[in-house]
């Protein structure tokens, strides 16, 4: 998993040279914590090295154990432009996962989305709810059916946003691939974006991805 952007203010906070722009963690703190679930919290701090902060984002993840089958990992994260910040057309972008070569198209696996359009010529560009790989692992004995999901809120400022999709195992709902013109936020301003992974054993009709999305856009918090 990953939260980062490309040529944000001409800087580039995804691949690197760190010499573009790095994301600092400000040193993450342990949350609420139960049985079944625990709280992680960060503030990170966006910046070229030695230069002034552009962006900050506070992260606040929340993974859970929900069934011996099922697990969640829930991200709420208010991103924040320290400056007047402009984002240029890039596919490297916002949240982002990637999967086990076993489960992708171009392993043995599957990529499908909430309107079961599959594969990456199928889902790529298509705005939708979630994407999902899912596929049998390759070395479980015996066979062994996992998969992963993202599930984009529908109260996420570009929602329902297109997604970046690949064969080879990459999901991203981002809206910033598919700009007409760059996207600007003025310096004081933020935006709040949730997300939800889930993991687990079984197909996704299984464990009724559908029905755990819409379950999730009814809780009142990630």
């Avoid at 960060?42 to 070229?48: G, I, L, Q, T, Y």
């Avoid at 560009?125 to 059916?145: F, L, V």
């Avoid at 991805?209 to 819409?214: F, G, S, T, V």
Wanted: aromatic share 12%; glycine share 8%.
């Amino acid at each position: 998993m990953l939260f980062a952007c490309d040529r944000v203010n001409r800087g580039n906070y995804w691949q690197g040279p760190v010499t573009l722009g790095q994301i600092v963690s400000q040193g993450p703190q342990l949350g609420q914590v139960t049985a079944e679930s625990v709280e992680i919290l960060d503030e990170c701090r966006w910046a070229p090295p030695g230069g002034d902060v552009v962006m900050t984002d506070r992260r606040r993840f929340v993974v859970r154990l929900v069934q011996p089958n099922l697990r969640w990992i829930d991200a709420d994260i208010t991103w924040q432009a320290e400056k007047d910040v402009t984002v240029e057309k890039t596919n490297h972008s916002l949240f982002a996962v990637r999967a086990a070569p076993d489960i992708i198209p171009l392993g043995s696996g599957h990529l499908i989305n909430a309107e079961g359009l599959s594969g990456e010529k199928e889902t790529f560009g298509k705005p939708s709810a979630w994407c999902c790989y899912w596929g049998a692992r390759a070395k479980a004995k015996p066979e062994t059916i996992e998969g992963i999901a993202l599930f984009d809120h529908p109260a996420n400022p570009w929602a329902p946003t297109p997604w970046f999709t690949r064969d080879y195992g990459f999901i991203s709902p981002t809206p910033f691939n598919f700009l007409e013109r760059p996207w600007s936020m003025p310096a004081g301003k933020s935006v709040r974006l949730r997300y939800r992974v889930v993991l687990f054993a079984g197909t996704p009709e299984e464990v009724q991805l559908a029905q755990l999305y819409e379950q999730w856009t009814k809780e009142g918090q990630t």
